[in-house]
């Protein structure tokens, strides 16, 4: 219960407003309260993760424009995470020493797909954007 | 399971010759050939994974090709789009 609808309602039992002046002000009020109003659609789950790269429209060098857009199903990369648990343990601690070698602290034998989904939820207010001299990358889901 | 994509649109354009390549190959033919190879393959496979057990590598084995086409089968909707100076190349999953 909202404060808003415990004031009108103490307001109705100390006798202030009468019982359909409440009613009124609790459908003014409505019935969401202090909760949240959603103000638009409701999230959808993203289907695409987008990669854009465009060259910066501020660069000079204008003899190798290149211009990628890949479009990558959300899905496909779910079926993907589930070769994780192809990987033998002995693979594994292959894979995490060059890993580390590249100085990336990462155990893959931590990935798995329940912790994709809740990254896949996180994704939907994940935007990247990298620029460099020469181009600009934008990272999103859609 | 979803089905796995049938056409495959691969667009080649060069922009200086004005030249444009659209082809639409129907690749549902390569899935059907491979499943084909998969039934006969099978029990070869099922053998390998077997022998390659106490090695720990016969759970990757049997798994492999199954995983592989739940891949194929989520490839709809995947499109590669590269643009240079002189030449577009556009792939995309139908």
Known sequence: ??????RILDMLAWGKISADEAQKLL????????????????????KYLRVVIQ???????????????????????RAGIKFTSLIPAEASEQVNEALKEKGI???????????????????HDLEVDIQNGQEKVHVYVE | MNCPPLLLRLDLSET??????????PIFLAWLILAAILIALSPLIILAALLAWPFGWGKTVLLFIPLVCNCICHLHGLEVNIERKDRVLFISFK
């Not at chain 1, 219960?1 to 415990?6: E, H, L």
């Not at chain 1, 459908?27 to 309260?33: Q, V």
């Not at chain 1, 660069?59 to 990558?72: F, G, I």
């Not at chain 2, 200086?16 to 190959?25: F, K, N, P, Q, Y």
Request: proline share 9%.
């Open chain 1, 27 to 46: 459908a003014a009020i409505g019935s969401g309260g202090d909760e949240p109003r959603s103000t638009g659609a409701p999230l959808r789950s993203p």
């Open chain 1, 1 to 6: 219960m909202s404060d808003n609808q415990k």
């Open chain 1, 105 to 123: 602290n990462f155990d893959v034998r931590n990935l798995k797909p329940e912790d994709l989904e809740e990254l896949i939820e996180a994704l």
């Open chain 2, 16 to 25: 200086e010759h004005h030249g444009r390549v659209v082809l639409w190959l």
């Open chain 1, 55 to 77: 060259p910066n429209p501020d660069a000079t060098k204008e003899d190798d424009v290149k211009r990628v857009n890949v479009r990558v199903p959300i899905n496909l990369i």
